[in-house]
């Protein structure tokens, strides 16, 4: 009995470590894409109005791939679905750095954002289930590890491609790639989908629960995306701040939220995921809405940083109480809240910068601060991303 609770014990611990390689994987492949777009640019000789179309493709990709994904994690298990999507994706910036037209750039972008779309599902599906194996949170610090990946990606990628090239820099972040999964493939967990669920038809879910999460995710993640775009604008051009102190904004964010989500996962077991939720809404309502009244620069990145504290963890609670929802496989759970959160990433800065031109961005994030209002009152739903109430 003792031994085998420890071969369980071991089993488990390897599964999560094995997904959190692959989170941290596929943000190190995200965060390369970061400076590979302006030598991108300069290697098609495109403009700003192009690139804008390509990063649009990205986007499009990964909404339009990730209710397949959802399926196929619902018929197969995430296991499958992660290794089909990580094999694919791996070599996705090869195909980029290759594409000798802006549109054979574009073709292969749509595809790179399908398959982020596409792993992105399956491997929070994958840590859903170590979750439920373990009974015990490790979304966050899974989102943590993907952040952690981002960050080398972006702060690497760009010392490589300007040292060694482009095409060079795509086949080393490849070939580490590689080696990561093929060390984390043999450890995931395989999770066999429920009888009820394995036929289940792919179609979007009856139950109104998995969309009103999703709608909690939509408005958790448009703040996000707007400190990530805008944050160095509003600082620069409102606050008068130089374009290196600007930078600091959206870096005070990440750097909390990377901190935040490894420890996530501890607060959540401890306080449990609707406490948590509401916690860290009331933290980022706080934070954006000092970022707007600020008086000076160093103010208002303090309040980005405390923001990040808040935003942290409700994106990975959100996707929890997703693959838990009673009587719905996981996968399709999730695809729907995936789809409906990532679009805010998608459309926000769009809609942001429109509004910019009418309303100053001291208005617009007050008016993001009162946005997580949502989620706030949203948030009894996250119960099922403890597991007491998962079962």
Known sequence: MRRNMARTA?????????????????????????????????????????????????????????????????????????????????????????????????????????????????????????????????????????????????????MAIQTLGELTHAVIVTLAVAIVLTLAFPHLLHDNPAGEHRHQPLRLPRTPL????????????????????????????????????????????????????????????????????????LIAMAGLALAALAPVPWAAIAGFGLAGIGIANMVPIAFSAAGNVPGLAHGIGLSVVTTMGYSGILLAPGSIGFLAEHASFSVIYLGLSLLLLVPLTLSRLARTADFTEAG
């Open 10 to 158: 071991l089993v488990g611990s390897q599964a999560r470590w094995a997904v959190s390689a692959l989170f941290f994987a596929n943000g190190l492949v995200v965060g390369s894409w970061a400076p590979k777009l302006p030598a991108m640019m300069a290697r098609l000789g495109i403009g700003e109005s192009v690139a804008g179309l390509l990063v649009l493709a990205l986007g499009i990709g990964s909404v339009c791939l990730m209710p397949v994904f959802g399926g196929l994690v619902a018929r197969r298990g995430s296991a499958h679905a992660v290794k089909l999507a990580a094999a694919l994706f791996t070599p996705s910036l090869i195909w980029i750095s290759l594409a000798p037209t802006a549109w054979a750039a574009a073709m292969t972008v749509l595809a790179f954002g399908g398959l982020i779309g596409g792993m992105d599902v399956a491997m929070n599906a994958n840590a859903i289930a170590v979750e439920r194996a373990r009974r015990r949170a490790i979304m966050s610090s899974c989102h943590g590890f993907w952040s952690l990946g981002g960050l080398t990606g972006a702060g690497l990628g760009g």
């Open 210 to 281: 998995p969309y009103l999460i999703g709608v909690m995710a939509l408005a958790c993640m448009i703040p996000e995306g707007a400190i990530l775009d805008w944050a160095a604008v509003y600082l620069q051009r409102e606050m008068g701040a130089s374009l290196a102190v600007a930078g600091w904004g959206f870096a005070a964010c990440a750097g909390t939220m990377a901190v935040m989500r490894f420890l996530g996962d501890g607060i959540r077991g401890r306080f449990g995921a609707v406490r948590t939720l509401c916690t860290s809404a």
